[in-house]
């Protein structure tokens, strides 16, 4: 599974060659991303390379998922329940119901916040600063750290698992 680790980069410059040594490690474009200010972004990073704003999807896949459990065992303890006389099937839809309702309400909630990197890192980001974003696996992530800090990147405190593996 890939971890996410967040290197820092004092301009588009040096964010270009972070970007190129990457590349030359064999990391793929899709396990890269870079997070700035707002005005750089617009300028100088292409839209490929932009990590999202908010955390619209993810909150949406935990609404969908928490929601639909939510809405299938109600479903089930209302077979249970006789005199509601629903069957299996609208035990089923009830679910479904739950899966798009809480779907549908975390992404209003998720699209409102920020997501869980620019919250962390947001002086750094603020200071005009650019952060890399690398999705890698842990027996590479060694030689990703020692190529970052060949054209001077500084590897921020910050690994999860990746949302893109």
């Keep these: 599974m890939k971890i996410r680790h967040v290197f820092v980069t004092r301009d588009v410059l040096q964010a270009r060659d972070a970007l190129l040594a990457l590349r030359e490690q064999g990391v793929g474009v899709d396990d890269i991303s870079l997070v700035a200010r707002s005005d750089i972004e617009l ?56 899966a798009l309702v809480g779907g549908w309400s975390s992404a209003l909630m998720g699209s409102a916040l920020p997501d869980p990197v620019r919250q962390q890192f947001d002086d750094e980001i603020s200071a005009g600063r650019i952060l890399v974003l690398v999705d890698a696996e842990p027996e ?21 698992p990746s949302a893109m593996t």
């Design 43 to 98: 300028d100088r990073i292409p839209d490929d390379l932009k990590e999202a704003d908010t955390d619209f999807l993810p909150a949406a896949m935990r609404g969908m998922g928490i929601g639909g459990a939510t809405g299938l065992l109600a479903g089930l303890a209302a077979v249970v329940f006789t005199p509601v006389g629903i069957t299996l099937a609208g035990a089923a839809a009830v679910g479904a119901l739950g």
């Design 140 to 160: 590479d992530q060694p030689r990703v750290q020692a190529a970052l800090e060949v054209v001077g990147a500084q590897r921020l405190d910050y690994e999860t």
